[in-house]
């Protein structure tokens, strides 16, 4: 199972709860795992949040990205630039 | 000066050819979307609100209609409403006003007339009649208990809310024990921060030229850091197909970030449909300052805990970023920019705000500069009252692979450590400070990103090359492409053209911003250039009667290895290319990708000022910056990124603001009042590349566009506090501003 990491004003939805073991094969379907055990969840991660795995940032909107049972997933704020 | 970890010896990457666009650009060849004209064109011009907030009653456009010269007039009744949950709601309510005015000088009605003159005047006929509303003019009118609304559909990002609110975005980042963390400091420091909105400050100012066409198809050509985005914000503005819209980069004369989002495209598009004309539409400076997005205002209250030994252990504050006239994520992005120091404890919230100035832009690493000026100084501080050396305290908590942001991110492979120690070992840093004057140190950290990149790569008939991409050059990326696909190919740099193509001839790239093109779209031209050579090996095979498996590409040739080497001589590019109608056609090959990886880059600036403490004016003497580039492709261009970044950020620090009138008018919406750093105010800025590879590139490029504007506004800010004794926490550092904390010491 990918260990999802949560920055804090997501953690509402899940009691406090910051790291998080979530079944899925990519970012879409850990999102998805997410919003079922945590509904309310999936939108925000989807709106509004940039995805690394394993410390790399991954392009906005990486929902088929795979991820593994070790993957490190952080979900942060939209990154963009100037 | 260039600091570089070990790393392969390349021919053409990391020399410093004369760039492809110079010689146009020095002599005034080079064409501007201002210097467009097409046959039959009229001139625009935009009717702007008086007031900074108003609900419109009424508009009247039948004076201006009747007037000379007058061809069209459009007004937010021209274009579709957009449902508000939609992400182009806000930049088309800000292109143009539909049921309020939200700053003063937002657009409420446009005019395309036979010259500008007539349509200057027709725009200043048309008869708006205004409800005024109460405006909010600052963080804290907006944060105030029963604040009235800037803006009725701004709901707060990311949070599922549906009420209209003042507040853009609100986060929170936390990890470790804040309590625990500042009961066990030896030594707090504690301060509050403020910054005004500045201005990019281009030197273009926002142009295009719409031509739509009897077939309801609209060719544009404008001034942009992304025209695949100008073709997709002006098709949703407008309620149009994509395919209906071709957008031609014109040369860009700066963006900074201010050129991510459009303004005039939509406008002169619905003006030149109504016209059956092409239409020219052009800001002035005055309307660049009134109506385009400066970097948003702020109000850090900060907090930082460490040990008597230098150990940074806590952080702790809360981050306000106004957004102007619309939600946006500013204070997010400024609070995740605190990313330089380990802090095991931290607590930072972020809260983003609405009013009634102009609709905030990106602009150099946005949000970072606001923070880096807060946390930057604390952490010198802490320095000043342990007595430790500036650079050794940073040293002691500075960031490296697997260290947390503020965000909990781990970071890749980053080179801040290298970045600190080549500032340690400048002449600067060991030069004596000059008497009389005080230095001033800090550092910058910034994201980078990757994404949507295309490029196409064609070798002619000669043997020369054609790189084709859809990165708008905005810093001299052309000249980073050629080289590296000289690189690839083992091909003189100068017999590459480098282009940037319209939104027809290449494939879709995403906007040059966050630092990305030499990183991203450069990716797309090696993988092109790799997939051209072995397109050429093949008919090199084929010329030679061989395998392609005993062709292997070195030096910029096809070498045949082997037994079957005898005889055979290594076929030039020319050679192959001389061939290509017989070997199978044209030789070109394209590249898309979505790129991950992208490095974050690291600075770190020194500065020795003089502060004439009669007047309050701050002399920068000498200024050093430091910065990672991972690799420097073209390095005249690393250092022009650097000394540019510095540039900007020292006019952000001593002398930029936004004034306003109590109404909401900005008072200084010109060069001439609004202060900009000229060369005459400036030392030469000395750079130092360091060079640590980013491994998810192939020749380990950062961005290198961004960081270079994050470190001066504290920098600056600790020199005058070694100059002066006074701590300087509002923006502009400004001769009366310092005058003041001075008398008040």
Redesign the interface.
Same mark, same amino acid.
């Given at each position: 199972m990918a260990i999802v990491h949560l920055q804090a004003d997501h953690r509402r939805f899940t009691g406090g709860e910051e790291v998080l073991e979530v079944d899925g094969a990519t970012i879409g379907a850990v999102i998805a795992e997410l919003e079922r055990r945590f509904p309310g969840l999936g939108p925000r991660l989807t709106e509004g949040a940039s995805v690394a795995i394993d410390g790399e940032l991954l392009p906005r909107g990486s929902i088929y990205e795979k991820v593994g049972p070790t993957t490190d997933i952080h979900f942060i704020a939209p990154i963009t630039g100037g | 000066m260039t600091d570089t970890e070990a790393r392969p010896t390349y021919k053409y990457v990391g020399t410093r050819p004369i760039r492809h666009d110079g010689l146009d650009k020095v002599t005034g060849k080079a064409r501007f979307a201002a210097d467009l004209n097409m046959t039959g064109q009229l001139r625009a011009a935009i009717t702007r609100s008086p007031h900074a907030h108003a609900r419109i009653v009424s508009i009247d456009t039948s004076a201006a209609e009747a007037m000379p010269g007058v061809k069209a007039v459009v007004t937010g009744a021209d274009f579709p409403e957009i449902d508000i949950a939609d992400a182009i709601h806000d930049e088309a309510v800000n292109n143009i006003a539909r049921d309020e005015v939200l700053y003063n000088g937002h657009a409420v009605a446009a005019v395309a007339a036979t010259t500008l003159a007539q349509a200057r005047a027709a725009a200043a006929a048309v008869k708006v009649e205004y409800e005024e509303l109460p405006a909010i003019l600052s963080i804290d009118e907006a944060i105030a208990d029963g604040a009235p609304l800037a803006n009725p559909t701004t709901r707060t990002?990311? $949070?599922?809310d549906t009420e209209p609110s003042n507040f853009a975005s609100?986060?929170? =980042? +936390?990890r470790g024990d804040v309590e625990a963390g500042f009961a066990a400091a030896d030594v707090i420091v504690e301060r509050e921060f403020t910054t005004v909105p500045v201005h990019?400050g281009y030197i273009e100012p926002h142009a295009c030229v719409a031509d739509c066409g009897q077939d309801g198809k609209a060719s544009i050509w404008a001034s942009s850091q992304g025209h695949f985005a100008v073709r997709s914000k002006t098709a949703a503005i407008l309620g149009w197909s994509t395919d209906r819209i071709k957008v031609t980069p014109a040369e860009i004369g700066g963006g =900074? !970030? !201010?050129k $991510?989002t459009i303004y005039l495209e939509p406008i002169a598009v619905r003006l030149s449909q109504k016209a059956g004309r092409p239409v020219k539409l052009a800001m002035t400076r005055e309307e660049v300052l009134r109506a385009t997005g400066p970097a948003p205002a702020s109000k850090i209250s900060l907090k930082i805990g460490a040990t008597n030994d230098g150990e940074l252990t806590t952080l702790a504050g809360t981050m306000y970023y106004s957004n102007g006239s619309t939600k946006g994520?500013s204070a997010? $992005?400024g609070a @995740?920019s605190v990313a330089s120091y380990k802090f095991p404890n931290l607590e930072l919230h972020?809260i983003g705000t609405v009013d009634n100035t102009p609709k905030s832009a #990106?602009? /150099? #690493?946005?949000s970072a500069p606001q923070a880096a000026f807060a946390v930057e100084t604390l952490v010198d501080e802490i320095a000043q009252q342990l007595g430790m050396d500036p650079i050794e305290l940073r040293l002691r908590n500075a960031v490296v692979? !697997?260290d947390p942001t503020a @965000?909990? @991110?781990?970071?890749?492979k980053i080179g801040f450590i290298e970045t600190l120690e080549a500032i340690k070992s400048s002449d600067h840093y060991n030069s004596p400070v000059p008497e009389g004057a005080g230095r001033g140190f800090a550092t910058g950290f910034?994201?980078?990103?990757? +994404?949507?990149s295309s490029a196409t790569v064609n070798l002619n008939e000669d043997g020369t090359a054609t790189v084709i991409t859809g990165s708008p050059d905005i810093g001299g990326s052309r000249a980073s492409m050629a080289l590296m696909a000289a690189e690839e190919l083992g091909l003189d740099v100068h017999r590459i053209t480098p282009i940037v193509a319209d939104t027809e001839s290449v494939g879709f790239t995403d906007i040059t +911003? !966050?630092? /990305?093109a030499t990183f991203a779209t450069g990716m797309a031209v090696v993988n092109a250039c790799r997939e051209l050579i072995e397109k050429m090996k093949e008919r090199a095979a084929v010329i030679r009667g061989v395998d392609v498996d005993q062709v292997a590409w070195i030096g910029g040739a096809a070498v045949i290895e082997g037994p079957a080497s005898e005889g055979n001589e290594p076929l030039t590019i020319a050679d192959i290319t001389a061939q290509a109608k017989m070997t199978g056609g044209p030789l070109t090959a394209t590249a898309s990708l979505?790129?991950?990886? #992208?490095g974050p880059s690291f600075a770190a600036h020194l500065a020795d000022v003089k502060v004439d403490e009669e007047t309050g004016q701050v002399t920068i003497l000498r200024y050093t910056t430091a910065q990672d580039a991972g690799t420097a492709i073209h390095p005249a261009y690393v250092e022009g990124q650097m000394q540019g970044g510095s540039a900007q950020g020292i006019g952000w620090a001593l002398n930029e603001e936004y004034i306003f009138d109590a109404s909401g008018e900005m008072e200084n919406a010109s060069f001439l009042d609004y202060r900009m750093p000229v060369a005459s105010d400036l030392p030469m800025i000395e750079t130092i590349i360091v060079e640590v590879p980013n491994p998810?590139h192939p020749y380990g490029v950062r961005?290198v566009? +961004?960081t270079g504007i994050v470190p001066p506004i504290p920098t600056l800010a600790n020199a005058i506090a070694a100059a002066t004794g006074v701590r300087m926490t509002d923006l502009p550092m400004s001769p009366p501003n310092v005058l003041k904390k001075i008398n008040e010491k």
């Open positions: - | 990002l990311f $949070t599922g609100i986060g929170q =980042f +936390e990019q =900074f !970030g !201010g $991510t994520f997010l $992005t @995740m972020a #990106a602009y /150099r #690493a946005p692979e !697997g @965000m909990g @991110m781990p970071h890749p910034w994201f980078n990103i990757g +994404e949507q +911003e !966050g630092s /990305r979505n790129a991950a990886g #992208a998810s961005g566009g +961004e």
